[in-house]
């Protein structure tokens, strides 16, 4: 097997690249190489050999050293020099690429092969001694750090002391002597925290750089974000070794990143920024404020220092041509990395770069129209989940806002919550239900699981492309950075901003899409839903095959529904309209009384309000299909709490407090969710779903006698575990149909299915569709009952349980395809059998989750229901399925 793959210099031994293999990095420095584009020379060290890494346990095999050498021969004839060469040393870069990008999350080392003697010869070939030791010290620093994991506060105190002890304040002041003497400092480090010498011997530097990148594949942070992005952990990483090239060098020199369209709004524009006489890092890191790319970037922002436009026109020009070709060439997006070296542009990187989803949408609709990528590849490249950004609500115009400060709108979107000062604290007091926002001097990958948790970011340093920024625009979250306004204090959790102190808990409102930081909560609104976005949706509608419903039990969320384009409703959840507060006591007195005639005179109260229910959603909802549910949930979800509830019942019911406890003990239930629930509830209490089948049919009979629309109800019994369950309920619902219909001498069409949410629903299918006129499939029970493990209980061990690759994701979120799937399809298959054509949904939540609807696609169900939030990522998804 072959390991190494060489490019640059006229060589490009992957073609374009295969990023399975060669990781996305390195398939894209192959893919540039081979259109001529100013590659470093270099080569990539494949995925596979992580793995085979991790098997072997930390060895290599002979035939990969042999391919490193001819590797670095390739780089060493076309650089011209020799690595490990005292006179005039090749200095490489050894970095990660894993097959889906994954920013920050991996380990860099810049500089490597400097050693005491190289240092002496790169300071002759570069006729800079500052420069020469200025990026040892840097090596060792970065090599301290990412390779033999030494504690980096320590380094750069020393470099602070010896800073100070200059009477300096910036690097810049630090001469080669002083780069020199910090040299000393920094290898005495190393001796005293490792108990060995930093390695000299060049080989030993590579090879240990090269193990710290497959190590670093398996760190807790790489392995949060592969658990959050949904990365399998057998990928692997490969590692990219490439020729150095140095922003580093002088005024003519300098380091940049940039993004072919603007990431943040999706604007065809340039967009980055970039540093003079700077290496790659330093932009990254936000330790300096970079410049702006663009004249007209940075005269929108009324900065000062010069941009690149301005301060190098020629080179700027070049790269501006490089972003053209990349972009048809990878017809999409892209992110860039770039050095000049003394006037010479080399490009580092490119990749499809991370978006907004109001970006991404932008990109792919202006893109479809530009012709770059058709309507169908535009529907493709939006991710379904992302839309979610874009449905929910921004702030107010119209609100009264306390503006604090400014900072740089890095991730769109508005959010407020309770400052907090670190990961571990948003953590904790999200998973207590808290909204919070986490505010950071910077973010750091340490920081992931916080930025996850929180609701929005706010950082005091950083640019739009600082760690912060690009990962929360990966995630969706809000990002206020680099406001420089603010000083946070760690230590008493204070928060400083124009005069003012806020600390950890008190309300800040931030928004990411203008950089405003604000005091307390600012009230939102809802979001437009046109332009781009209803583009698309035309376009992804056009594709899809697969029909999308909403769940929902209000007018209000039955219109959101319809709004977000909804063609029905899949699940109208009864029990939610019980709860209400002016009929739970009469739902409760139901439950309560100890016969069925006490039953029958709650239940009386309780029609007319379930009637008024139905017909608002059905006006709402005028002719599409309405799958209402008959009560579903354990009753003692209902019982009353206090004795001001018990007294409540008790004055309603005409009974003793006494009575009503001594009732309400015996409707305890040990295991309630497969207790007394579900159609076990109708074959109890009959009279329960005579009332609801009631208010359905005179409420489809008003709306159609006010000229409406027929609603089309689908009256759905839940739980079914075997035929006739369904067939005494099925009667019931017919007989009481009739009965209103004879008494109104009018009519509706309608149609009794059942829910398939039990396994031996499913294995009995092909029975119940004897009797069932639809199926729709309980998938949040049906995982329940299937792997067993409950479903209000589950979130304590799951996460543990996706860790340790036992279910690649969490099964009450994306549909366990091989265990649960596979009685879906039994059941599809053998309803089909006994009733061709019987109509099949999904109600559960995974009928949102764009995995799960492709399952669906494949399944061939008639159509998915999701939250109304969710209908047009459902939607999207739908198409994505169907291309
Ligand atoms: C289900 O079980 O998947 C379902 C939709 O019903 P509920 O969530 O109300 O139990
Ligand atoms: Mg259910």
């Not at 976005?533 to 007018?555: H, I, Q, S, Y």
Request: hydrophobic letters at 40%; one cysteine or more.
């Amino acid at each position: 097997t072959r390991y190494v793959y060489r490019f640059g210099g006229g060589v490009d031994d992957g073609g374009q690249g295969d990023r399975n293999l060669l990781g996305g990095k390195g398939a894209n420095l192959d893919g540039m190489a081979a259109i001529g584009l100013p590659v470093p020379p270099g080569f990539t060290i494949t995925t596979a050999m992580c793995t085979r890494y991790y098997e072997d346990g930390g060895v290599y095999p002979d035939s990969v050293r042999a391919e490193v050498a001819t590797g670095l021969a390739h780089i060493e004839g076309i650089t011209g020099k020799t690595f490990g060469n005292a006179a005039d040393p090749l200095l490489v870069s050894v970095r990660s690429g894993a097959r889906a990008s994954m920013p920050g999350m991996m380990d860099t080392v810049l500089n490597l092969g400097l050693n005491d003697e190289t240092v002496i010869g790169l300071a002759t070939t570069s006729g800079d001694e500052r420069f020469a030791w200025d990026s040892y010290r840097r090596f060792i620093q970065m090599y301290s750090d990412v390779v033999l994991e030494l504690d980096h506060g320590a380094f750069e105190e020393a470099l602070e002391i010896a800073k100070e002890d200059q009477g300096y304040s910036l690097d810049t002041e630090m001469t080669a002597a002083d780069w020199k003497m910090l040299v000393a400092e920094y290898k005495a480090l190393v001796e005293k925290l490792w108990n060995r010498p930093f390695p000299q011997d060049v080989h030993d530097q590579l090879w240990g750089a090269i193990s710290a990148v497959f190590g670093s594949w398996q760190s807790e942070r790489a392995k949060v974000y592969r658990r959050l992005n949904n990365i399998p952990g057998e990928w692997g990483t490969a590692v990219n070794v490439q020729a150095m090239v140095f922003g580093n060098m002088g005024e003519t020199s300098a380091t940049g990143v940039a993004f072919t369209r603007d990431p943040s709004t999706g604007e065809n524009v340039y967009y980055g920024e970039f540093l003079i006489n700077a290496q790659g890092e330093d932009v990254v890191a936000g330790i300096r404020t970079p410049q702006y790319l663009t004249l007209a970037a940075r005269e929108r922002a009324g900065a000062k220092p010069l941009s690149m436009e301005e301060a190098m026109p020629e080179t700027y020009a070049e790269l501006a041509g490089v972003f053209q070709i990349l972009e048809t060439h990878y017809r999409d997006m892209q992110d860039i990395e770039f050095t000049v070296q003394q006037g010479k542009l080399w490009m580092l990187q490119t990749r499809s770069g991370k978006r907004t989803a109001k970006a991404a949408l932008k990109m792919a609709v202006d893109m479809a129209h530009e012709g770059l990528i058709t309507e169908e590849e535009a529907v493709a490249r939006v991710d379904p989940a992302a839309l979610d950004q874009l449905l929910h609500p921004t702030l107010d115009p119209k609100a009264p806002r306390d503006v604090l400060t400014k900072g740089l709108p890095a991730s769109p979107g508005a959010a407020s919550g309770a400052i907090v000062f670190d990961a571990d604290t948003a953590e904790r007091r999200a998973e207590m239900g808290d909204a919070v926002i986490l505010v950071r001097v910077e973010t750091s990958p340490e920081d992931i699981h916080g930025m996850h948790a929180a609701k929005g970011i706010l950082t005091a340093r950083g640019g739009m492309t600082s760690h912060a920024a690009v990962v929360a625009r990966g995630m969706g979250r809000p990002c206020v950075s680099g406001a420089g306004g603010i000083s946070i204090e760690n230590k008493t959790k204070i928060l400083r901003v124009g005069g003012r102190e806020l600390k950890e808990g008190d309300i800040l409102t931030i928004d990411g899409s203008t950089g405003e930081v604000m005091a307390g909560e600012v009230p939102t609104v809802q979001p437009e839903l046109a332009g781009d976005f209803g583009v698309l949706m035309v376009w992804a509608d056009k594709v899809r095959r697969l029909k999308v419903r909403a769940n929902a039990e209000t007018p209000q969320d039955c219109k959101v529904a319809r709004e977000f384009g909804a063609e029905g409703v899949g699940l109208c959840r009864t029990e939610h309209m019980f709860f209400d507060a002016a009929r739970i006591t009469a739902v409760r007195e139901m439950i309560l009384a100890d016969s069925e005639k006490g039953r029958r005179l709650a239940l009386d109260k309780l029609l007319p309000e379930q009637r008024d229910d139905f017909a608002q959603i059905f006006m709402v909802m005028a002719g599409l299909p309405v799958t209402i549910r008959l009560l579903d949930p354990p009753l003692h979800e209902f019982l009353p709490h206090g004795e001001a509830e018990f007294e409540d019942v008790a004055k309603a019911a005409g009974v003793s407090v006494d009575t009503l406890k001594r009732r309400a003990n015996e409707l305890h239930e040990f295991n309630p969710m497969l207790g007394h629930r579900g159609c076990r509830l109708g074959v109890t209490y009959p009279e329960i779903y005579e009332m609801q089948a009631r208010a359905i049919f005179e409420a489809a009979l008003i709306v159609k006698a006010r000229g409406g629309e027929a609603p089309i109800p689908e009256v759905m019994i839940p739980l079914v575990a075997t035929r006739k369950e369904l067939e005494l309920m099925k009667a019931i619902v017919d007989r009481v149909a009739a009965d209103v219909f004879k008494e109104q001498g009018e009519s509706v069409e309608y149609l009794v299915g059942t829910m398939i949410e039990l396994p031996r629903a499913a294995l009995k299918a092909g029975e119940i569709a004897e009797v069932g006129e639809f199926f729709s499939f309980g998938t949040n029970d049906l995982t329940q009952t299937t792997i067993g493990i409950s479903r209000d209980d589950a979130g304590r061990f799951l996460t543990q349980y996706v860790d340790k690759g036992i279910f690649a994701r969490d099964p009450f979120v994306s549909i366990d395809v091989e265990g649960v799937g596979e009685l879906i399809e039994i059941a599809a298959e053998r309803g089909r059998k006994t009733r061709p054509g019987i109509k099949l949904g999904i109600c559960g939540e995974h009928g949102g989750d764009p995995a799960s609807i492709a399952f669906c696609e494949a399944t061939g169900l008639d159509y998915v229901s999701a939250s109304p939030y969710r209908v047009p990522i459902a939607r999207l998804a739908a198409a994505q399925a169907a291309l």
